[in-house]
């Protein structure tokens, strides 16, 4: 997500892109809203919890899609943050920029509040100590966001899109960093770059036994600087069973941290209680 607003103004650009991913049809592209060549991948390049709770396959045995857990089930939220780094960023790393946000980690600890991260392959290879520690804390789940960061349909506002024979081949190559990274058991969760989809996308990737997960509230940090105005967002968005999408990215997503600090103790007068995206797949009763 993170790679293409670069090329748009503003944060309600890419709310607006990113809010028309989740009910479209899968049969066509679906818009919320660099990588090396790899040909093959290790048998240990998939998904390994075998209790994690999954959703069953689509019509045809496509991926199935996550936007939202139920919503009479009590007031649950989960908090997600995409740690993006695409393949061509590793110039703009050396040079100093921070595609991490050890400060929002840290709040979340300190907040107590468990989450789930979506990371990209690239990520875990440029701060594999942080992915290491995250994959070992009990109070995260770390999920595949792609290697590449690169559209997995042809229209995701003017991302790079994967070779059709690459898409399954990028889900796997993102395990296998990830687990090299340090990260023992990476969720069954894939979230599409850009939250871009397609019925074609959803068969490419059915055979890394992947669910997709999406979102039904917009945080709008990506290049915000009124962290207030995020926080109103998140608030007036959020319903019981609601996933939340936010950014892990210091120099993208700059007041993330401010937002949660913000956020948790408000949702939490509300009586909402914070979960990690497999506690409402699960109780979404519609296990793989």
């Known amino acids: 997500m993170i790679a293409l607003a670069r090329r748009i103004t503003a944060v309600c650009v890419l709310g607006a892109a990113l809010a028309a ?79 991490d946000n050890p400060g929002l980690i840290s709040a979340l600890r300190t907040l107590k509040v468990p989450a ?14 942080q992915a290491r520690a995250l994959g070992h804390d009990a109070q995260f789940e770390v999920a595949n966001h792609s290697y590449s960061h690169y559209a997995f349909t042809g229209d995701c506002y003017g991302l790079p899109t994967v070779a059709p024979d690459g898409k399954l081949t990028e889900v796997q190559r993102t395990y296998a960093a990830l687990r090299k990274a340090g990260v023992p058991n990476p969720m069954p ?18 055979g890394a036994g992947v669910t997709a997960i999406q979102w039904d509230v917009i945080s709008g940090d990506a290049f915000a600087t009124d962290a207030d105005a995020v926080v109103r967002q998140v608030l007036d968005g959020v319903k019981p069973g609601s996933v939340v999408v936010m950014h892990c990215t210091r120099s993208a997503a700059p007041t993330t941290e401010k937002v949660v600090r913000s956020v948790v103790p408000e949702l939490r007068k509300q009586g909402y209680r914070f979960v990690k995206v497999s506690e409402l797949v699960r109780e979404s009763g519609t296990p793989r």
């Open 189 to 206: 969760y894939f979230r599409f770059p850009g939250g871009c989809y397609d019925r074609d996308a959803l068969r490419a990737i059915s």
């Open 116 to 129: 789930t991260v979506f990371m990209t392959g690239r990520w875990a290879e440029e701060y594999p100590d």
């Open 21 to 99: 991913c989740g009910t479209a049809d899968p049969a066509k592209p679906v818009r919320p809203a660099h990588a090396e060549p790899h040909n093959s991948a290790s048998a240990s390049a998939s998904p390994s919890p075998s209790g994690t709770p999954t959703m069953a396959a689509g019509p045809g045995g496509l991926t199935p899609v996550f936007e939202h857990g139920p919503r009479d089930r009590g007031k649950t939220v989960a908090l997600t943050f995409d740690a993006d780094m695409t393949a061509d960023e590793g110039p703009r790393a050396a040079a100093g920029e921070r595609f």
